[in-house]
């Protein structure tokens, strides 16, 4: 059957999210019910390059809105402008597929690309459209809320809701084994989830790379608490959080990714330092990937249905090359060029860290 409308095509990118599945179904049912075709591409832009994708139906989304992980598939390493290959022997040649990509869309007869994702896939699609000439709409995706533009990125809600739990398990062990807990959430070089998880959550010291912290300021606040007779404190601390002066702690150095490092291990460190300087027993717990799994949440699942719907809105506007995004509780588009621009950081006067503040949060300075 020859569709009336035209033919899109929707692909996740990046590190995995919770709610990329709910964007999906409405996308695909969006689509569909305004007499598009839509192609689903597998794996990212991988599936763009290698030409693996197939034509959606409700059947295919039907159900899926509270699922975590996506149905398609993600890789947040395969750049088509800059695609590796890796040899039998270990080495890396890399190859630019922008044609392969512009062919392969040209044969599906695919008009439009709807690509979700985070910076990394969201600056390819920008690529794709200035280079190539692609039309593409955006949707932004990343547990980190770090993308510009948009006062939420999707995923979010539901990583500080997994962060809040795990603070508020750690009371308990905390308070019986009269110990310093840390818990090393995620959020790159963003506080985003730390400030949120744990003001929600109730953390004594929120550190978050915005603000560089002075182990000295963290110290104070553990002895303040044990004068009080509190014998236990938790410490909620970003994974790009650092000392003043000091450096980012890296786990590891990343390949043919969007990202030059990986992030991790600043908890444990911290953990120690305070151990060692005021002998009261503390643990690290990273949180790492439970961030990125399970189900959204209302306001995610809700997030989601309203941008995949304004995505293929958009594609009947034809108002290409945006991002959707949100403003003042309003879905709107933004230019894709201004979307790829700096992270956005928490401004250092964010109400939230001056309610912080107010009942006696450290945050380090
Ligand atoms: O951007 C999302 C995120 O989960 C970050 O918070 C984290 O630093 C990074 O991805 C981890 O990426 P990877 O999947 O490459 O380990």
């Given at each position: 059957m020859i569709s009336s409308k035209g033919t899109l095509a929707v692909l996740t990118g990046g590190g995995d999210c919770p709610g990329l599945n709910a964007v999906l179904s409405s996308v695909v049912k969006s689509a569909l019910g305004n007499g598009y075709d839509i192609y689903g591409i597998e794996n990212g832009f991988n599936g763009l390059i290698s030409d693996t994708m197939k034509l959606m139906t409700y059947s295919d989304v039907s159900g899926i809105l509270p699922r975590g992980g996506t149905v398609l598939g993600t890789t947040n390493r395969d750049n088509p402008f800059k695609f590796a290959h890796v040899q039998t022997d270990g080495s890396v040649t890399y190859t630019d597929e922008r044609e392969t990509i512009v062919r392969n869309l040209r044969e599906r007869g695919i008009e439009v690309l709807i690509v979700i994702g985070g910076d990394g896939s969201l600056h390819i699609a920008e690529e794709l459209s200035r280079e190539c000439g692609v039309k593409v709409i955006g949707v932004p995706k990343t547990?980190?809320?770090?993308?510009?533009?948009?006062e939420r990125t999707f995923g979010f809600d539901t990583a500080v809701a997994t962060a809040t739990e795990a603070v508020d398990k750690l009371h308990s062990t905390a308070e019986s084994h009269h110990r310093v807990m840390a818990l090393e959430v995620m959020g790159r070089y963003a506080g985003w989830i730390a400030l949120y998880s744990g003001i929600a959550g109730g953390a004594d010291v929120i550190l978050i790379p915005e603000i560089p912290y002075k182990i000295e300021s963290v110290l104070h606040k553990i002895e303040q608490r044990r004068r009080l007779g509190k014998s236990f404190s938790i410490v909620v601390v970003a994974e790009g959080a650092k000392p003043v002066g000091g450096e980012l702690t890296v786990a590891r150095m990343v390949k043919d990714s969007f990202e030059q490092v990986r992030l991790g291990g600043v908890g444990e460190k911290l953990t120690r330092e305070i151990e060692a300087k005021t002998g009261i027993e503390s643990r690290c717990t990273v949180l790492g990937y439970l961030q990125r799994g399970g189900s959204p949440t209302a306001f995610d699942r809700l997030l989601c249905v309203r941008y995949g719907s304004a995505a293929v809105a958009a594609c009947l506007e034809g108002n290409y090359n945006v991002m959707v995004a949100l403003k003042g509780d309003k879905i709107v588009t933004v230019p894709i060029a201004q979307a790829g621009s700096k992270a956005r950081n928490v401004e250092l006067d964010n109400d939230i860290i001056s309610a912080g503040r107010q009942i006696g949060i450290c945050f380090g300075d």
């Open positions: 547990i980190d809320n770090d993308l510009p533009c948009t």
